[in-house]
């Protein structure tokens, strides 16, 4: 498969090539910058020196690009992604989009959360959280990667929304993201002394992965869905850990949680169970596609806490950007995913 890289020069662009690279069934043809057109890749990536000998063209000519490649993956700034997508419209390319821009069924809810306007709400689309969707991501044109914490979360609460096991309008979500998560360019909260000896909130209830999770758990448990999510920033590069918190219904048992959980992902191969009263860890999936889960059922307040860790880079974008387009492609979902995370 020829595929393109549309955003190459951010940190999940550069983490798909990292991952393409040695995908056996994908050919790299095109990759992009607007900054940067003309460089070569390794002159802002030295990791990747010798492995991409082309040049980084503009997304001018993104037709051009089009034609050539059978997947384009974009890893732009939410807003941007609709453009090329609109753009590549009447061609037989599919695109994975690593932002946002796809990944609402009711654009209303986008255009609220994202505060720019929808231009291409006609696109037909699916979410692209592969355990959960993926019969539709088989035949997709345009998937909307899930994002990073949403991917962590949702994972967590799925087995018990689907179960009906909890209360899903208890649901809190306390994630905690190195700092990758944020992307290549400078920001004052991302310097090292900010950063440093520190750990902090940020956007509590005003989050745009809250809608994204509250849009997957509702699809799933077929009830409305209000939550709270409140990401920290903490001072490792990479890693999300998800804490999530939600009331068992009256009867539930520490045993039936334990059976939501391996029912819906006994045989997914990228969800590791970590199983009752166990602790993930963000070291222990480092540079891999796994999502590693635990649960915690508290008898005293009735309430279930389910532990995920995933890398924010990998399973959260770049990794399930490839295991998408395996489905996509009809090929063995673990091509050129089949990490061994980098421990310690
Ligand atoms: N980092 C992460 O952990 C995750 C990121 N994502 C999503 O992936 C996408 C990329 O994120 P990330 O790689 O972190 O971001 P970066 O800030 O590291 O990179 C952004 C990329 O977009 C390009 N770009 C920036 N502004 C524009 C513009 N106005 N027009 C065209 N291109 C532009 C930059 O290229 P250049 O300036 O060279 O043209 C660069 O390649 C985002 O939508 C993000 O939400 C999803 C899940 C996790
Ligand atoms: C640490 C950090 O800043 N994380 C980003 C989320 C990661 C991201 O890029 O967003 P998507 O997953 O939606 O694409 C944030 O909170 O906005």
Redesign the pocket.
């Known amino acids: 498969m020829k595929v393109s890289v549309i955003g190459a020069t951010g940190y ?1 662009g550069a983490e798909l090539l990292r991952l393409l690279y040695q995908h056996p069934q994908a050919e790299v043809v095109h990759i992009t910058s607007e900054s940067h057109t003309g460089e070569k890749i390794a002159s802002l990536y030295p990791h990747l020196r010798g492995l991409y000998d082309m040049e980084l063209e503009s997304m001018k000519d993104i037709e051009r690009i089009g034609r050539d490649s059978d997947f384009v993956f974009i890893g732009l700034p ?1 807003g941007h992604a609709m453009e090329v997508g609109r753009a590549l419209a009447g061609m037989p390319v599919r695109i994975i989009d ?3 821009d796809y990944r609402f069924a009711d654009t209303e809810v986008y255009e609220a959360w994202y505060h720019v306007p929808h231009t291409h709400q006609e696109a037909e689309r699916v979410y692209g959280l592969a355990e959960l969707y993926r019969e539709q991501i088989k035949n997709a044109k345009i998937i909307g990667n899930a ?4 991917t962590a979360s949702i994972l967590a609460l799925a087995p018990l929304a689907k179960q009906h096991l909890i209360d899903v309008n208890t649901i809190i979500v306390d994630a905690k ?3 990758s ?3 290549r360019s400078a920001k004052q909260a991302n310097h090292f002394p900010e950063l440093y000896d520190n750990f902090r909130a ?2 509590v209830a005003k ?3 809250t809608p ?1 999770i509250e849009q997957a758990l509702a699809d799933i448990s077929g009830e409305k869905v209000l939550l709270n999510f409140t ?1 920290h ?1 903490v001072p490792m590069s990479r890693g999300i850990l998800s804490t999530c918190y939600a009331n068992l219904k009256e009867g539930v048992t520490a045993d039936l949680v334990s059976a939501a959980f391996a029912k819906l992902y006994g045989k997914e191969y990228f969800i590791r169970l970590l199983g009752e009263g166990a602790y993930p860890s963000t070291k222990e999936v480092r540079g891999s596609n796994f999502c590693d889960i635990a649960w915690h059922v508290d008898e005293r307040t009735g309430r279930v806490i389910v532990l995920s860790a995933i890398d ?1 880079l990998v399973k ?2 770049a990794g399930q950007a490839v295991q998408n387009f395996n489905i996509a492609c009809g090929f063995e979902e673990r091509m050129g995913l089949d990490f061994v995370p980098l421990y310690p």
């Open positions: 999940a939410h690593l932002g946002a994002g990073c914490f949403t993201s190195g700092v998560g944020a992307g940020y956007n989050h745009r992965h994204e990401p920033l924010n959260g974008a």
